[in-house]
């Protein structure tokens, strides 16, 4: 054993541990707020869920004019039912992703 390594067992842990350390906590972080994030965002679309089940994931017509509808219903919304469904979202939201990932790689 050379006298460095004496000196570092007589710190305690060393410099490159702590950094272990506080990454592995940092990580710890990250993973429990995405948990709880994802977490709530279930917990608030719970109602939708158990009122439409996983056919709300499917296709259901021209978001565009389901918007439209929407922003154009009168007073009374809950005289009208709306059909907006999350797979022409989810598709699009995908879309956007991927091509902005591939604009990225390029620049």
Do not use: C, K
Request: charged share 10%; glycine share 10%.
């Amino acid at each position: 054993m050379d006298e460095d390594d004496l000196l570092e067992q007589d710190r305690g842990i060393s410099q490159d541990q702590r950094a272990e350390l506080g990454l592995g906590a940092l990580v710890f972080v990250v993973v429990a707020l995405l948990l709880a994030l994802l977490g709530f965002v279930v917990y608030q679309a719970w109602p939708s869920f158990a009122h439409n089940g996983l056919a709300w994931f499917g296709g259901g017509g021209n978001v565009d004019q389901q918007l439209t509808d929407i922003f154009n219903s009168p007073a009374n919304p809950s005289a009208y039912t709306y059909t907006l469904h999350a797979g022409p979202l989810l598709y699009a939201t995908a879309l956007i992703t991927v091509v902005a990932v591939g604009i990225a790689l390029v620049f």
